[in-house]
């Protein structure tokens, strides 16, 4: 059993098998991941298996360490997501136990649905599709429907980080005027100064 271990570690490090950090999964399962997403959120997609068979909607949010993906319902042009309704999308009840924070009791939540469950609608017909990959003329990489070939443009809620950068400097981080100051002279070859 170490020797398996061993492997796995071995393979992490040449990049052969994505690691998670809050899911540490064994290289059977690392050999499960999907390694290219065709499937972004904020994507148009359709329910193809399931109970929901047939239900179209936007990504939510997608998990990539675990292939799954949260699809919110799409009414008019506002999104309402699965904690509004109990209809459409997969959910599910728990259980929870009460502690300090929080009171307990039987919460009805969202379900993730396997990424193999959904499919991108294609924009020109409205059927759900397969996504292959193209490059433009000028070289830019699109996504495009296999059925009819047309350009699947990109979510714009892809532009938005869910977590914002930090833009206040802390206690690790370099002053600017130490990342400023010119401590090679390419002319005399005097590169740090002395210590």
């Given at each position: 059993?170490f ?5 796995v570690?071995l ?5 052969v098998?994505?690691w ?7 290289w059977k399962?690392?050999g499960k ?5 065709k ?13 929901d068979?047939g ?6 949010r ?7 993906v949260?699809?919110?319902?799409k ?11 109990a209809?459409?999308?997969?959910r599910?009840?728990?259980?929870i136990k009460?502690s300090?924070?929080?009171e307990?009791?039987?919460f009805?939540v969202e379900?993730p649905?396997?990424a ?7 924009p ?7 996504v292959?990959?193209?490059y ?6 699109v996504?495009?429907s ?6 699947i ?19 690790k981080?370099?002053?600017?005027d130490?990342?400023?100051?010119k ?7 005097k590169?740090?100064?002395d210590?």
């Open positions: 059993m020797w398996m271990l061993e492997i570690k393979l992490r490090g040449c990049g098998i994505q998670c950090n809050d899911v540490e999964m064994g399962e690392a991941l999907i390694r290219h997403w499937v972004l959120r904020g994507d148009n997609v359709r329910i193809i298996r399931g109970k068979k239900e179209s909607g936007l990504i939510k997608v998990t990539r360490s675990q292939n799954r949260i699809v919110g319902e009414s008019g042009r506002k999104l309402r997501f699965l904690c509004f309704t209809l459409f999308f997969p599910v009840k728990k259980h009460a300090e924070g929080h307990g009791g039987i009805t379900a649905l396997h193999s469950n959904v499919q991108v609608v294609d020109l017909t409205g059927r759900p599709c397969k292959g990959i193209k433009l003329e000028d070289g830019t990489k996504r495009v296999r059925a009819s070939q047309s350009i443009i990109g979510p714009e809620i892809l532009k938005i980080r869910t977590t914002p950068r930090p833009n206040i400097a802390g206690q981080d370099t002053p600017m130490l990342v400023l100051e401590t090679y002279d390419c002319k005399t070859g590169c740090m100064p210590l």
